[in-house]
């Protein structure tokens, strides 16, 4: 069982951005296919795992908004809707090396997954298998972020896990300045304060609330995934 790790059940939040990997294709199999071994590893520590799935690399609902008439809330939802094509491929990606996992949805789309039932994922969970929450929190206006840290909150996972391309939080954008340091350890005050741009204010702010910590980390490093799910040092964390 998973008692001798820092967490029994984690949030493992994956960008949309971080599943395009560095093809020029939505979607590089490569990435699920890390993801899923790794989260494969865990989940037979008996460490239990939920992932939100972001949708940026398909369809970002802000960018889009106001094209040819294109309001916000549809543009959101055609978003959502990216998530959950995101979601059904890490699910067949898992399922093809035997880890049983299931689709939640934040609107119904049963022909194609359940919908969100908070008891159901927790049983789920309890029960070994991975849930992966999609469509975001269901609603406009919101991102993926704030539908982990709402879907941490709400399953009492005890983290949010925040995979992504960099390293961790920097003092400064390590792609321009070759001198920005990497911040192992952050408050959620200096986040918000020094506008670093971590998660979106509500989703930190959720985080903050409900006392989650959040570890940003680089998931195109091998065994980082694993790491982080284990509770072991990559990465920022932010807490207190
Ligand atoms: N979205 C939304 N409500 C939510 C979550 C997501 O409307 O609760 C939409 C929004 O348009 C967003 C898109 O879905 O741009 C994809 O999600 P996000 O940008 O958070 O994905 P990521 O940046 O993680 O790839």
């Not at 490569?30 to 949708?55: P, S």
């Not at 998530?83 to 093809?96: C, D, G, K, P, R």
């Not at 709400?154 to 995979?163: G, R, S, T």
């Amino acid at each position: 069982n998973g008692q001798s790790y820092r967490w029994q059940r984690v949030l493992l939040k994956v960008s949309g951005e971080a599943l395009a990997g560095d093809q020029m294709q939505n979607i590089d199999p490569k990435v699920t296919m890390a993801i899923a071994r790794e989260v494969a590893t865990v989940t037979r520590l008996g460490i239990e795992v939920a992932i939100v799935v972001g949708g940026g690399n398909i369809f970002r609902g802000s960018s889009w908004a106001g094209c040819s008439g294109l309001d916000r809330s549809s543009a959101d939802y055609i978003g959502m809707l990216a998530t959950v094509m995101n979601a059904i491929f890490l699910q067949a990606t898992m399922e093809s090396i035997g880890i049983p996992t299931r689709v939640q949805t934040a609107f119904r789309m049963s022909e194609v997954a359940e919908p969100y039932i908070r008891r159901r994922a927790v049983r789920h969970l309890e029960k070994g298998r991975v849930v992966i929450f999609a469509a975001g929190t269901g609603n406009p206006f919101f991102t993926t972020d704030t539908a982990a840290a709402l879907r941490c909150a709400e399953i009492n996972a005890q983290v949010v896990l925040k995979a992504t391309n960099v390293d961790g939080v920097y003092d400064d954008d390590p792609r321009c300045n070759p001198n920005a340091r990497l911040l192992e350890d952050l408050t959620y005050q200096e986040v918000t304060s020094k506008d670093l741009s971590v998660m979106d204010m509500t989703a930190i702010t959720l985080c903050q609330e409900n006392n989650i910590p959040v570890v940003v980390f680089n998931l195109s490093k091998p065994g980082n995934i694993a790491k982080a799910i284990k509770g072991e040092k990559v990465g920022t964390l932010i807490g207190g």
